[in-house]
């Protein structure tokens, strides 16, 4: 079955406290990117990456890094974890960045104390 | 900069009450404007992508049509399955994606 998986899916942790969230897919998509998802914001993106070893900057990457050493793993990294990254978080691929629709994970729910 | 704008927030219909949702957009150099759905506690799940003004794209109770400006979701005759936050995306030029803040659309029996 054609998916993208997130680990872990709910996560409450401490200020501080480095964190990895990982982000798989089997469908050999080229491009992938996550988002955070805040109530009355959307979806807004955090890095993407067009293909191994290419990443750049989304509309809020401040907190955040991202690495794509394979093509089907984006894991996403908060070295120091603060309150206001307290949010929804999902990852996407798609064949090609724009123009093709983007498969999304199923989120993962992240609390910052 | 780009921007994408649905309204409304929320919508409430009753079952068979046919309604539409907008999402008006500016954008340098449209690449595709997209529609998803979203269920409470899950992803963003594809519905359609449209890419010229004009174009109109169906499934099942769902309509999508584009103009330059904006796009509407129709929804025609809703059942309560159809209950979801429902969020327009639209790609530039350069392949950047920007959602909308997405209407959540309610249907009671």
């Known amino acids: 079955e054609a998916q993208v998986t997130q680990n872990p899916r709910y996560l409450i942790t401490v200020t501080g406290k480095k964190l990895t969230v990982t982000c798989s897919q089997n469908?050999?998509?080229?491009?992938m990117s996550w988002y955070r998802q805040d109530p009355g914001l959307g979806l807004r993106q955090i890095y993407y990456s067009m293909n191994v070893e290419v990443t750049d900057k989304g509309d809020v990457p401040e907190g955040y890094k991202v690495s794509r050493k394979e093509k089907r793993n984006f894991p996403l990294i908060l070295e120091s974890p603060s309150p206001n990254q307290t949010s929804l978080y999902f990852c996407a691929s798609s064949s090609r960045a724009g123009g093709s629709e983007q498969f999304f994970g199923p989120g993962t729910r992240l609390t910052v104390l | 900069e780009d921007q994408v704008t649905q309204s409304p927030e929320a919508l409430r219909l009753q079952e068979g009450e046919s309604s539409s949702l907008n999402c008006s957009y500016t954008v340098s150099g449209l690449r595709g404007l997209f529609w998803y759905r979203q269920d409470p506690g899950k992803g963003p799940e594809f519905l359609f992508t449209l890419y010229s003004a004009g174009e109109e794209k169906e499934k099942e109770r769902l309509k999508a049509t584009l103009t330059k400006k904006e796009s509407f979701l129709h929804i025609t005759a809703p059942k309560p399955e159809d209950s979801a936050t429902y969020l327009c995306a639209v790609a530039d030029s350069w392949g950047k994606l920007q959602f909308g803040a997405g209407t959540q659309v309610v249907v009671t029996p």
């Open positions: 469908m050999n998509h080229e491009y």
